[in-house]
């Protein structure tokens, strides 16, 4: 047994803790709007600290064909280059030559993404077609004035449709992986080109805007382009205008954890190319305090391969995932932050792919796993789903103290944080790059001193590993059945959620202290909120949203959801159903969901139900129950 001591004096000074990694994305903005990524934005809405950007490919090239291209042509990506096949929708030509616009699917994508509480990354990849060079030179414009009025065009209408205030919160990225077109790495001049008239078409419409890039991969053509690019920027001729240098709001690079033919998962390989990136951005003072994004901040590339294609991917499906993503986001504070001093902003884990995620468990980067084939809405979730809800609960300033263990931040570690109206919260992970998960389990014992006292404190321990959080262990000791019966489902939905260690408790006294063992790979959240300084309850004030469908099975079923709750020491929720005129019982007894939304799978067709929802807190007490809403199966 390993055993390792960690305090923190919660007396001494914090940093402000930016939640940084509330940021994901996709391939192909056309996925949106099909019902079974329609259905992953409920469930990513679902939790305080949820996503806040959304990051996709394709807004200025959408096809309108939604899931098509996986369905009949396996076009993951779908088509970015050259296709006689494709059709834009949303930029055209006249019979005069003169540029058209179609804003409705652009505004049925942006309008899922707003509608759910969130803001686009609006990346402007890739060009459309009527205004490309060439098959051969399909990323690049024929007339470079043509792409600035194309871009100003958009930056109007999502002004016009979203306000002035809402959309200068986004961030406008010129392009993606500018390094995977070899004319770009040979001389990217071109690309720089397209920078000065993106730049200059956002900041005409409004100088308010965020512009950035250039969105390089780790390799080396990436990196040669990300120092010209700095360069240019900072002191080259502008090649819209004339000037010296163009105006620059957020850097952004791809830093990866491996590649399936090359490493990985390996957060050494990340973080060795994220020091490559800040040593060249010293280079460049004028760009010391600009915001810095990973905005594909992946375990690995390779997003559409499965286990079928490589075995070890297989982590995608296990608590792996969430024991790394805990360890990354320490390993940005640690690092990035406190030790390279940039001004990190955003880390886009790039993991909604769940198009991509063709049959159960396949082991792809998203956080779900459907239950049925394209377009079945029956998501289960990965444990990888699990980490964020833990993530977003973390406390607003960061201790940064560390014990004096070598080990300390490479094989375990804590992200200890406060917030000064409720508590603290502690994340804590044990985890070493390798795939096996029955080795150096550590018992951290952990000492907390000089606590606001006498204050009483309610303890929550939230934990993912093997036997919590982990829809994939639950699938594995079954056997892995397949296609599995409606009582597996039920097995599953038990399992797939965020679960509590240990019942809740309440502390008292100047100091704390905690033993307990964390397997390999496997992470705790401990939630301590200030009895009587809880956020006020606001959340619940309308019933269940109530929608009927078909499950996997072919039997009807009903989706619930609800407005979340905002209280720190939210435990879960209980979810009350009637039928007909009868009383509510509550029908999720094994325990309380922690997201705000359920699937009742024991449903009659014909039938009226009735729904009602209450929040359950730390201290045992039970929230009033929502307005009750009803259906008809």
């Not at 990694?21 to 056309?30: K, L, P, Q, S, W």
């Not at 929708?89 to 006249?94: C, E, L, W």
């Not at 998962?265 to 810095?292: H, Q, V």
């Not at 404190?457 to 939230?462: K, M, R």
């Amino acid at each position: 047994m390993i055993i390792k001591d960690v305090s923190f004096d919660l007396a001494l000074p914090c940093k402000p803790f930016k939640h940084f990694f509330r940021a994901t994305g996709y391939a192909n903005a056309d996925y949106t709007y099909a019902p079974r990524l329609r259905r992953m934005y409920d469930c990513l809405e679902s939790y305080r600290g949820y996503p806040l950007y959304m990051r996709l490919h394709n807004i200025l090239t959408l096809h309108g064909k939604g899931d098509d291209y996986i369905l009949r042509e396996g076009r993951d990506y779908g088509n970015p280059e050259w296709d006689q096949k494709r059709v834009d929708i949303a930029v055209g030509v006249d019979g005069e030559g003169n540029l058209t616009y179609n804003w409705e699917l652009v505004d049925r994508v942006y309008d899922i993404i707003i509608g759910h509480g969130m803001r686009p990354i609006v990346e402007a990849v890739y060009m459309p077609q009527v205004i490309c060079q060439s098959p051969e030179k399909f990323y690049l414009p024929k007339d470079f004035n043509l792409w600035e009025k194309i871009i100003a065009a958009y930056a109007r209408h999502w002004i016009e449709r979203y306000g002035i205030e809402e959309v200068r919160r986004w961030y406008f990225e010129v392009w993606n992986e500018p390094d995977n077109h070899q004319e770009w790495v040979d001389d990217p001049s071109s690309f720089f080109a397209l920078y000065d008239y993106f730049e200059s078409a956002l900041h005409g419409v409004d100088p308010e805007l965020k512009a950035g890039g250039p969105a390089v991969k780790q390799w080396e053509g990436g990196k040669s382009i990300f120092k010209a690019f700095l360069a240019h920027c900072d002191h080259g001729v502008n090649y819209k205008n004339g000037a010296f240098g163009t105006r620059l709001d957020f850097i952004s690079v791809h830093c990866k954890g491996g590649h399936p033919t090359l490493v990985g998962p390996s957060i050494d390989y990340m973080f060795n190319t994220i020091r490559e990136y800040a040593a060249m951005l010293k280079e460049f003072t004028k760009y010391g305090k600009t915001e810095f994004f990973n905005d594909e901040s992946d375990i690995v590339w390779e997003g559409n391969m499965v286990v079928n294609h490589k075995i070890w991917l297989n982590f995608r499906n296990t608590h792996y995932a969430p024991g790394f993503t805990a360890k990354m986001i320490y390993t940005y504070s640690s690092v990035v932050e406190d030790e390279l001093g940039l001004n990190l902003s955003i880390v886009d884990s790039d993991n909604c792919h769940l198009t991509w995620e063709k049959s159960f468990f396949s082991g792809n980067r998203s956080q779900f796993t459907p239950l049925g084939e394209i377009p079945c809405t029956d998501l289960v979730r990965k444990p990888i789903f699990n980490i964020f809800p833990l993530l977003g609960a973390l406390g607003n300033e960061r201790y940064i103290q560390k014990p004096d263990d070598p080990e300390y931040g490479l094989k375990y570690g804590v992200i200890a944080t406060r917030n000064s109206g409720w508590g603290y919260a502690f994340l804590l992970w044990n985890f070493e790059d390798g795939l096996p998960d029955d080795v150096n389990e550590r018992t951290i014992k952990l000492h907390l001193s000089n606590l606001d006292s006498p204050a009483i404190f309610d303890l929550l321990h939230f934990r993912i590993d093997e036997n919590h959080s982990n829809a994939y262990a639950v699938w594995q000791k079954m056997g892995k059945p397949w296609p599995l019966s409606l009582e597996q489902v039920k097995e599953l939905r038990k399992g797939d959620g965020l679960e509590l260690c240990e019942n809740p408790r309440n502390i008292q006294g100047k100091t704390f202290d905690m033993d307990f063992t964390l397997p390999m790979h496997g992470v705790s959240l401990l939630i301590m909120v200030r009895r009587g300084q809880a956020i006020p309850e606001t959340a619940f004030v309308k019933g269940p949203e109530l929608s009927v469908e078909t499950g996997a099975l072919g039997g009807k079923q009903i989706f619930i959801r609800w407005a979340y709750s905002a209280r720190p020491d939210l435990a879960g929720y209980k979810v009350y159903r009637g039928e007909g005129d009868g009383p509510l019982e509550l029908i999720n007894r094994y325990q309380a969901a922690y997201n705000a939304y359920y699937t009742d799978l024991e449903v009659t067709e014909g039938r009226a139900y009735t729904y009602t929802v209450s929040a359950v807190y730390a201290d045992g007490s039970e929230s009033v129950k929502l307005p009750v809403n009803s259906i008809i199966v």
